[in-house]
Every structure is written in structure tokens, then in C-alpha cells.
């Protein structure tokens, strides 16, 4: 147990400095101070007791019962208490050595008095007591100013329909998708460049080793150097994907780790939680940059999912049934017409309008 340095300077007093005492008074304001009771009074009647080596006698069985008594207590004290009491005990120790070397340096004796082992014994009470003024200052100065910083954090958001590309501080490229959001800090200012997000995003990350780039979204965690990667993770869609064009990630979904590198993909069904590593063609995944959707075996209710966030005016419902159709296809800047055209040629689906909605069924 690491002892209070309050508790322990009373202790070394008592050792070097203390015999045997029955002062009730001077008893009961140590108890008062160690307990961060005290008053003023109780302060200068300690201070007075300390003047002399014949008035530290008085202090035995004062330290005796409070060493005890303290060691007990301390386990019960919050760390503000005891702060504020080794504070004390140190700034009251440091007066004690300061005002009797200075007093015998007046009266032209040896400001350490008798022997080198008293001078040793002085040495090291007064060591102590500067590192119970530095140690819990610092402290304090440290505790105060990590409650002090607020990190400010800036939101970006894309609607239905836009794509927005912007840089972050460290001059990291980030394009989001339609229906997307980004969360990261104004400033960089810790050990690595934390990003939150949703929806689909595509980083050109600004290599930096001494700060990792770490990309949350829900309870997955990419982090890279410097790449350029495409994470895909939109709340509604049953499937994750990330995609890397160049350099490596390392992702980690649930504890489960995986590292990619160029031309390869992470898919992650939601549903069932089955991890499945591709080899791909990079640039067609991140081709939504260009306004071109691109297809390669998704489920058509992610392929409706994705036409919703592109073409916000039309409504785009599938209508009761079991589809177990999976679309591929490359639509480079066509209308929605041109597209579930397409999308009912190759998969014998049909679809409708009806007022400001399109109904795709079987």
C-alpha cells in the first residue's frame, strides 16, 4: 500500500525527531489536520510545537495513535483529501526545516545540526517535503487541465442525392456519399486521428506514423498509416463493405481482425456475421465518386436501398414476396428509368409507378 506523505512525514518525525509526549491539545489538532478539519489555530499551535527540538518531544504518543489511526482512515479518504493533506504536512515540514536552519544559521551554528547522520536525517525530511509539494501540485495541474480541454468536434452530413468532398486537418481527402455523416476533432491533437461515421465514405489518408488514422463505425474499427480506402456501412444495408484501392488496413468487427491490402475487399453480413475477403477491382467500388453506381452480386434490396439515397424524388419499394435476385452492373449517370430497366432485363423483375412511387415486383 502506498502510503499517505502526510502519514509518512509524521512517521519519520516520530522515528528521528520524537520521543514520548502526553499533549493532549497538540494531539488533538494533529488529529484535526490529518482528518482536513483543522483550522488556523490549529495550524499555529503544530507550527509553535516545532520550533525546537525540545518542543518536538512533545509529539510521541501524538504520532504514535495518529500513525495508527491514519493508516487505518487512509483507506477511507477520496483523493482530493489526500492531496489537500500531504499538501499540508509537506508545506508545514518545509516552514519547520526552513525557519530552524535559518534560526541557527543567526545564532552562527551549523544549520544542520550534531552529526552527518542528522544532516542526512534533515536531508532526506526536507527531500520529502518537496516532493509532497511537487508531487500532488503536479498533480492537481494535471487533473485540472485534462478537465479543462474540450476537444471541439466538427459534424458533416451529405442528404439524399449529394456527394460532398472536403479535407480534414491533416489534410486527409474524405468524400462522403449520398446519405452519409462524418464525425472527427478540429484539431489532431492526440496520439491518433479518431473518425466516426455512417453511411458510405471514401479517405485519402495524409500518411502519418506517429498518428494512426482510425476510422468507428458502430463496432467496427479500421486503422491505417496512409492508404485510400472506401468503407460502405449504411445502417439499413444488411452488408458491410470496405474496399482498399492502395496501401493496407487493418480492420477489427467484433474482436474479429483482418488486414487488407490493395484490390481487396471485407464483406460483412449483419445478419450472420460471416466475414468473406474478395480480391476486387478497387476503382469500380469507389466509381460512386463519379455519380456511376456499380453492382457486383448485391442483394436487390440494397440495390433499392442505394437507388432511394441516389434518385430522393421517387419512393422505391419492393413489394411482398421472397427475392432472392442479386444484381450485377456498372450505370454510369442514368436515369432511374434507364436503370430498372436494365435491372428487369436481367432479372425477369417488372416495376411500376404509381403517383410519386416505384413498385418493383415479381
Known amino acids: 500500500m502506498v502510503l499517505d506523505v502526510g502519514v509518512y512525514i509524521m512517521w519519520a518525525i516520530k522515528n528521528n525527531l ?28 503544530i507550527r509553535n510545537s516545532l520550533k525546537d527540538e525540545d518542543g518536538i518531544k512533545e509529539f510521541d504518543d501524538i504520532s504514535e495513535k495518529e500513525w495508527q489511526a ?4 487512509e483507506l477511507q479518504e477520496n483523493e482530493e483529501d489526500k492531496r489537500e493533506h500531504r499538501f499540508q504536512a509537506a508545506r508545514l515540514l518545509t516552514e519547520y526545516e526552513c525557519k530552524t536552519s535559518v534560526s541557527r544559521m543567526k545564532s552562527g551554528q551549523n544549520p544542520f545540526p550534531k552529526s552527518r547522520h542528522l544532516y542526512r536525517r534533515y536531508f532526506i525530511a526536507a527531500s520529502i517535503a518537496l516532493l ?9 495541474i494535471l487533473e485540472k487541465t485534462s478537465q479543462e480541454v474540450v476537444v471541439q468536434y466538427v459534424e458533416v452530413q451529405t442528404e439524399r442525392g449529394e456527394i460532398k468532398t472536403f479535407y480534414l486537418p491533416d489534410n486527409t481527402k474524405v468524400t462522403l456519399n449520398a446519405n452519409s455523416s462524418i464525425k472527427y476533432p478540429a484539431a489532431f491533437v492526440i496520439d491518433k486521428r479518431l473518425i466516426e461515421m455512417k453511411g458510405e465514405v471514401l479517405f485519402d489518408v495524409t500518411p502519418d506514423t506517429g498518428q494512426p488514422f482510425v476510422v468507428m463505425t458502430g463496432k467496427t474499427k479500421v486503422e491505417v498509416l496512409g492508404t485510400v480506402f472506401d468503407i460502405k456501412a449504411y445502417e439499413e444495408d444488411n452488408l458491410m463493405l470496405i474496399s482498399v484501392e492502395s496501401g493496407k488496413v487493418a480492420v477489427d468487427i467484433s474482436g474479429k481482425q483482418t488486414l487488407l491490402e490493395k ?25 460512386w465518386v463519379d ?34 435476385n442479386l444484381i450485377s452492373g456498372e450505370h454510369d449517370n442514368k436515369s432511374i428509368e434507364a436503370i430498372l430497366t436494365s435491372i428487369a432485363y436481367s432479372t425477369k423483375l417488372k416495376y411500376k409507378k404509381e403517383n410519386k412511387k416505384i413498385i418493383i415486383y415479381q
Open 18 to 45: 520524537m520521543e514520548e509526549s502526553k499533549n493532549t491539545v497538540v494531539q488533538e489538532a494533529w488529529h484535526r489536520f490529518l482528518n482536513g478539519t483543522h483550522t488556523g489555530e490549529d495550524l499555529l499551535l
Open 70 to 73: 491514519s493508516s487505518i482512515a
Open 132 to 140: 509532497g509539494i511537487l508531487v500532488p501540485l503536479l498533480y492537481f
Open 263 to 287: 484490390n481487396e475487399q471485407l464483406k460483412f453480413d449483419k445478419t450472420t456475421g460471416k466475414l468473406l475477403k474478395l480480391n476486387i477491382d478497387a476503382e469500380k467500388f469507389i466509381s
Open 291 to 324: 455519380k456511376t453506381l456499380y453492382f457486383n452480386h448485391t442483394p436487390i434490396q440494397e440495390v433499392v436501398n442505394t437507388l432511394n439515397r441516389y434518385y430522393p424524388q421517387w419512393g422505391i419499394e419492393l413489394e411482398n414476396g421472397n427475392y432472392p
